[in-house]
């Protein structure tokens, strides 16, 4: 059989197993409603919308899981709309609580409805993209390793690092061990400038890391490799120092780790895949929590024996579903975006200080509606595409879905000292918190490194020798 024909033949099958996982998830509901529920739970259209969002996440998870197209940056999706939105969601609404105290002015019927309904469109619309993306040969062909210059990059890293640490200590060492809320409040008004640098000087750290541990993987020498390892390790140590749970968002730490985890383990096998489901679920269960506690205040030990950490999960903390709900009524209420926030997001790079009317994104527009004094509130991908483009934002669903499978692609392939591998990266190890939003935000994250990355990856490529 040729080359061509095995590809068609895959290609059917992804295209097979797609269906089949949107009618498992449907006959599941089906079956869960009639024979468990009696019919009682899941009677309300909102349930069942809900809930078929749920299954199809569910049973896609499983999918990525088990296919070698699939990675992890797809399963990262599947899993924050599952169990990060979804299924929270349908817990609380099926016992009647409302645990979120900004959503009791919008809450409703109709509006439950409509949330749900897009959360279930979506979900098909994502999922297609992603099995669309998965098609081709399971092992593409090696890409030509273009590599960087041990002897270019050394002298750049290390003057880069010790950078890094001046600008820490113009800072102020006692960052480290101050709460980030205290940061945001005294920093901001007090150091003026310096909180702003505050912010950026860690993905200075992590992008010349990012670059060390990429040598170190793949330099031909092993004197080189050794070399860069441990520059590597000695990086990403004093990453950790300064960007821990007490200063730093919890999205920005776990994507660190997941980066760099994913340049040296792709994770492309299916147990690898299977353990690290497991690790998001137990760490959303254990970890994440205990981050929150953690970055709130100075008391850490005393706010964890007094209960907070239970409070995490009371509280509804997963708030997925309620930006979403959010963003649904802000659109029926005060019109749609027209494209406008994709636009802010692509632009995301541009500091304020150069274009003072920057818009806020999308989170920060409906906290300040709300009268929250949280600003940096969610807004999952499918939130963002209702803002914009109201149920045809399904199309622009379709397309993410579409991106994430290609990233898997590129992790999968042969690492090269490209933008684009390193952008996978990047974007793959952040994937959990890209689909939380608010886009915006994140995006100015990932802008930033990547620019840094470019100028490192530039100044370090080996240069070719023109034949005589």
Same mark, same amino acid.
């Given at each position: 059989?040729?080359?061509?024909?095995?590809?068609?033949?895959?290609?059917?099958?992804?295209?097979?197993?797609?269906?089949? !996982?949107?009618?498992?998830?449907?006959?599941?509901?089906?079956?869960?409603?009639?024979?468990?529920?009696?019919?009682?739970?899941?009677?309300?259209?909102?349930?069942?919308?809900?809930?078929?969002?749920?299954?199809?996440?569910?049973?896609?998870?499983?999918?990525?899981?088990?296919?070698?197209?699939?990675?992890?940056?797809?399963?990262?999706?599947?899993?924050?709309?599952?169990?990060?939105?979804?299924?929270?969601?349908?817990?609380?609404?099926?016992?009647?609580?409302?645990?979120?105290?900004?959503?009791?002015?919008?809450?409703?019927?109709?509006?439950?409805?409509?949330?749900?309904?897009?959360?279930?469109?979506?979900?098909?619309?994502?999922?297609?993209?992603?099995?669309?993306?998965?098609?081709?040969?399971?092992?593409?062909?090696?890409?030509?390793?273009?590599?960087?210059?041990?002897?270019?990059?050394?002298?750049?890293?290390?003057?880069?690092?010790?950078?890094?640490?001046?600008?820490?200590?113009?800072?102020?060492?006692?960052?480290?061990?101050?709460?980030?809320?205290?940061?945001?409040?005294?920093?901001?008004?007090?150091?003026?400038?310096?909180?702003?640098?505050?912010?950026?000087?860690?993905?200075?750290?992590?992008?010349?890391?990012?670059?060390?541990?990429?040598?170190?993987?793949?330099?031909?020498?092993?004197?080189?490799?050794?070399?860069?390892?441990?520059?590597?390790?000695?990086?990403?140590?004093?990453?950790?120092?300064?960007?821990?749970?007490?200063?730093?968002?919890?999205?920005?730490?776990?994507?660190?780790?997941?980066?760099?985890?994913?340049?040296?383990?792709?994770?492309?096998? !299916?147990?690898?895949?299977?353990?690290?489901?497991?690790?998001?679920?137990?760490?959303?269960?254990?970890?994440?929590?205990?981050?929150?506690?953690?970055?709130?205040?100075?008391?850490?030990?005393?706010?964890?024996?007094?209960?907070?950490?239970?409070?995490?999960?009371?509280?509804?903390?997963?708030?997925?579903?309620?930006?979403?709900?959010?963003?649904?009524?802000?659109?029926?209420?005060?019109?749609?975006?027209?494209?406008?926030?994709?636009?802010?997001?692509?632009?995301?790079?541009?500091?304020?200080?150069?274009?003072?009317?920057?818009?806020?994104?999308?989170?920060?527009?409906?906290?300040?509606?709300?009268?929250?004094?949280? !600003?940096?509130?969610?807004?999952?991908?499918?939130?963002?595409?209702?803002?914009?483009?109201?149920?045809?934002?399904?199309?622009?669903?379709?397309?993410?879905?579409?991106?994430?499978?290609?990233?898997?692609?590129?992790?999968?392939?042969?690492?090269?000292?490209?933008?684009?591998?390193?952008?996978?990266?990047?974007?793959?190890?952040?994937?959990?918190?890209?689909?939380?939003?608010?886009?915006?935000?994140?995006?100015?994250?990932?802008?930033?490194?990547?620019?840094?990355?470019?100028?490192?990856?530039?100044?370090?490529?080996?240069?070719? !020798?023109?034949?005589?």
């Amino acid at each position: 059989m040729s080359d061509k024909a095995v590809v068609a033949a895959q290609n059917r099958r992804i295209l097979f197993s797609f269906v089949f !996982t949107a009618a498992l998830a449907a006959g599941s509901l089906v079956l869960l409603n009639r024979t468990l529920l009696n019919g009682v739970l899941l009677q309300d259209v909102h349930y069942l919308y809900l809930g078929g969002a749920f299954m199809i996440n569910l049973f896609a998870i499983y999918y990525y899981i088990v296919h070698p197209n699939a990675g992890f940056a797809s399963i990262q999706v599947s899993y924050y709309f599952a169990f990060g939105a979804l299924f929270p969601a349908l817990v609380y609404t099926s016992i009647g609580l409302y645990p979120w105290p900004i959503a009791y002015q919008v809450v409703s019927q109709e509006l439950l409805r409509k949330t749900s309904f897009m959360c279930l469109v979506f979900s098909l619309f994502l999922h297609a993209g992603i099995f669309y993306g998965m098609r081709g040969k399971y092992l593409p062909p090696a890409r030509r390793t273009a590599g960087l210059s041990a002897k270019l990059a050394l002298p750049v890293l290390l003057a880069g690092y010790f950078f890094t640490l001046l600008l820490y200590a113009w800072i102020g060492l006692d960052i480290i061990t101050t709460p980030r809320i205290q940061i945001e409040h005294t920093l901001s008004d007090a150091g003026g400038p310096r909180f702003a640098i505050f912010k950026r000087v860690s993905l200075l750290l992590f992008a010349l890391s990012l670059v060390a541990g990429f040598i170190a993987r793949n330099d031909p020498h092993p004197k080189n490799r050794r070399i860069f390892l441990w520059l590597f390790v000695v990086m990403a140590a004093t990453l950790f120092v300064f960007v821990n749970p007490v200063n730093s968002a919890r999205w920005r730490l776990i994507g660190f780790v997941a980066s760099f985890i994913l340049l040296f383990v792709p994770l492309n096998s !299916t147990a690898a895949k299977f353990w690290t489901f497991w690790a998001m679920f137990a760490g959303s269960i254990l970890l994440y929590p205990l981050l929150s506690v953690f970055s709130r205040t100075s008391r850490q030990w005393d706010r964890i024996s007094s209960g907070a950490w239970q409070e995490f999960f009371a509280a509804g903390d997963f708030d997925g579903y309620q930006s979403m709900m959010h963003g649904v009524y802000w659109a029926q209420e005060f019109g749609l975006y027209l494209g406008s926030g994709l636009v802010n997001s692509a632009l995301s790079f541009i500091p304020r200080q150069i274009w003072p009317d920057k818009p806020v994104h999308s989170g920060q527009i409906v906290s300040e509606w709300l009268g929250s004094a949280n !600003t940096n509130l969610s807004m999952p991908l499918f939130g963002e595409a209702y803002l914009n483009f109201h149920l045809f934002g399904a199309l622009l669903i379709f397309i993410a879905g579409f991106a994430v499978a290609r990233i898997d692609k590129l992790l999968r392939s042969e690492p090269s000292a490209t933008l684009s591998y390193f952008a996978a990266l990047v974007v793959g190890g952040s994937m959990l918190f890209i689909t939380r939003g608010a886009l915006q935000a994140v995006t100015e994250f990932v802008w930033q490194i990547m620019i840094l990355i470019a100028l490192t990856v530039w100044i370090c490529r080996k240069k070719r !020798t023109r034949a005589v």
